[in-house]
């Protein structure tokens, strides 16, 4: 059984920084697929970033890349997601998402791609 929580939400001013992280455990093989999304009130869930949990392919919505980061601790099941100069725009509840290998796809989409998401962790940027 797979289950991703999620941590180190928070509030923060604008142009401050949060890692995230998502302990997914039952995610073990290096091609299994993690992603980060993201839901605004009023606004459908966005892709944030994407990669395999043994690392290779790695996508970022185009709305934080050079912003935003990921790295992975394999020995505790874990994928961080540090969001560096961040804006009131990146307000909004993260959710890790995972799917089991083989054949998963790293990809931004949510629809018929995830099939484990966490509860969601909020981040709130002040401006």
């Known amino acids: 059984q797979v289950r991703p929580v999620e941590s180190g939400g928070g509030s923060v001013e604008a142009g401050g920084s949060l890692r995230l992280a998502c302990a997914a455990s039952?995610?073990?093989?290096?091609?299994?697929?993690m992603a980060w999304f993201r839901e605004a009130p009023g606004k459908e869930r966005e892709g944030v970033a994407a990669?395999?949990?043994?690392?290779?392919?790695?996508l970022f919505a185009d709305s934080v890349k050079g912003r935003f980061s990921m790295s992975r601790d394999n020995a505790k099941s874990t994928l961080y997601l540090q969001m560096n100069r961040l804006e009131p725009e990146d307000t909004a509840m993260y959710y890790c998402?995972?799917?089991?290998?083989?054949?998963?796809?790293?990809?931004?989409?949510?629809?018929?791609?995830?099939?484990?998401w966490g509860q969601g962790t909020q981040v709130t940027v002040s401006s």
């Open positions: 998402a995972a799917a089991t290998g083989p054949g998963c796809l790293v990809t931004l989409r949510a629809e018929n791609t995830y099939p484990y």
């Open positions: 990669t395999y949990a043994g690392g290779g392919r790695t």
């Open positions: 039952g995610i073990t093989a290096s091609r299994d697929c």
